[in-house]
């Protein structure tokens, strides 16, 4: 069973986590709103980059395209301010992927997929989802909070309203995890990775080959737009690149996809 140790605390979070930025300054709130919210007030104050909002459970957690995101306790919820490199933004998506993937296997030993463009899955089902918001002045980035949500300790069956299409990793395991061994694990993956985005292709390539949609016939839209098609790869920019039955080549930038049968 789980101790002390294991609370979800700043000290607990930031002891001897070992990292340079991410995570050395940490908040966790009982309750919030959305930690998204929270974490765009403090990155506009321009709090140090790499400061953490955690919440133990949302009232009005935010997923993409306007939609609730359910953040019971049991959840892991926090955004990562950071104040990157316009260059840097396409990376940031496949830094935040790749870095749950990693913590799933390493704390689980789990392997979890990624369904473009930000859904984490374990078996089919999804896990994890990530919501990155920010400003852009001029051709700066003013900043961007990466917000992270990863379903852990909690019964799906709980939550009809998804429970056919979500898991959670207690309901994988068949135990409880560590919240806190996930949030550690996290950062101190995010950080990496986030250090090894601007040199070298390497966070691209992982993002790539844990990419669960690339051969999949989908069904991908875009405002009232609707394409069918083969998914034949992911760019380096995180576009989908999509083969349409019709035989034309769609670069996909954003917008809701379907895995069809
Ligand atoms: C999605 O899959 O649509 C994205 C879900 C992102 C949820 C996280 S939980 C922490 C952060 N705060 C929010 O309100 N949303 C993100």
């Known amino acids: 069973m789980f101790t002390e140790k294991d609370v979800v605390s700043a000290d607990n979070i930031t002891n001897k986590l070992g990292n340079d930025f991410i995570g050395k300054r940490v908040e966790v709130y009982p309750q919030l709103a959305s930690t998204?919210?929270?974490a765009k007030v403090a990155a506009s104050n321009r709090v140090p980059e790499g400061m953490v909002i955690v919440a133990e459970e949302q009232t009005a957690g935010k997923g993409r395209?306007?939609?609730?995101?359910?953040?019971?306790?049991g959840c892991v919820s926090l955004s990562i301010i950071l104040y990157?490199?316009?260059k840097l933004l396409p990376?940031?998506?496949?830094?935040a992927s790749v870095a749950m993937i990693h913590t799933i296997k390493k704390v689980t030993g789990l392997k979890a997929s990624i369904k473009w463009p930000n859904d984490i899955l374990i078996n089919g089902k999804k896990v994890g989802g990530i919501l990155i918001e920010g400003t852009i002045q001029h051709i700066?980035?003013?900043y961007a909070v990466v917000g992270v949500g990863l379903n852990v300790n909690f019964n799906i069956s709980d939550y009809p309203e998804i429970s056919e299409i979500a898991t959670t990793l207690s309901d994988e395991m068949g135990k409880p995890v560590s919240l806190l061994d996930i949030i550690r694990?996290?950062?101190?993956?995010?950080?990496?990775l986030y250090k090894s985005a601007l040199d070298g292709d390497m966070v691209y390539r992982e993002w790539h080959d844990n990419m669960d949609t690339i051969g999949k016939k989908v069904s991908a839209k875009s405002g009232n737009i609707i394409y069918e098609g083969i998914v034949d790869d992911v760019t380096k920019d995180?576009?989908?690149?999509?083969k349409t039955s019709a035989g034309e080549t769609v670069n996909f930038i954003a917008g809701d996809v379907i895995l069809l049968k």
């Not at 395209?65 to 306790?73: G, H, M, N, Q, V």
């Not at 990376?91 to 830094?95: A, D, K, N, R």
């Not at 694990?185 to 990496?192: A, D, R, Y």
């Not at 995180?238 to 999509?242: C, V």
């Open 185 to 192: 694990t996290l950062l101190i993956e995010f950080e990496k």
């Open 36 to 38: 998204n919210e929270i």
């Open 238 to 242: 995180g576009n989908l690149i999509i």
């Open 140 to 142: 700066n980035v003013g």
């Open 65 to 73: 395209l306007d939609r609730y995101w359910i953040s019971p306790k």
């Open 91 to 95: 990376s940031l998506i496949m830094v």
């Open 84 to 86: 990157p490199d316009i």
